[in-house]
């Protein structure tokens, strides 16, 4: 099977062999989609991939709806890959499309395995296992790949 990519939201960040989508297409190599607007136009387990770089905070969407939409369309074993700014970045507000600030934990919340995960189970039952986290005093990247797929 032939790895199948997303790149979520790109923005100008065109690449080779993945779909680039974004609301607008700002150019022909971009499948316009409005992401507000679920369900997402991919077939259940479609991709092996997602990248979604500085996406979800901009969506009036949560970040749980999101991620189960991620969910929906990654494969067993898939990987989704975020980028969110921290709510603590001193450029979090300076944006004026985002309508989301978070924390480095924001995820915990959908993996079963953390106290949050645990203590709050009805979130979604979407669940994630983490892969990695880093966090800068601006930004989190995390990767996480669906469980109980």
């Known amino acids: 099977m032939t790895d199948k990519l997303l790149n979520l939201g790109c ?13 607008i297409r700002h150019t022909k190599h971009i499948k316009p989609h409005d992401l507000d607007i679920i369900p997402w136009p991919w077939k259940d387990n479609e991709f092996t991939r997602i990248d979604a770089i500085s996406v979800f905070e901009h969506l009036k969407l949560t970040l749980i709806e999101s991620l189960d ?20 970045s001193p450029f979090v507000r300076d944006d004026p499309t985002h309508r989301w600030f978070w924390t480095e934990r924001v995820t915990d919340f959908v993996q079963p395995n953390t106290k949050y995960g645990k203590d709050c189970p009805f979130y979604t039952t ?4 983490q892969i990695e986290r880093h966090c800068s005093d ?12």
């Open 69 to 88: 939409e991620c969910w929906r369309i990654l494969t067993k074993g898939g990987v989704l890959h975020i980028k969110y700014p921290l709510v603590t």
């Open 138 to 149: 601006r930004n989190c990247w995390v990767s996480l790949t669906p469980e109980g797929k």
């Open 11 to 23: 923005g100008l960040d065109l690449r080779e062999g993945w779909v680039n989508t974004d609301k």
């Open 126 to 129: 979407r669940k994630w296992r």
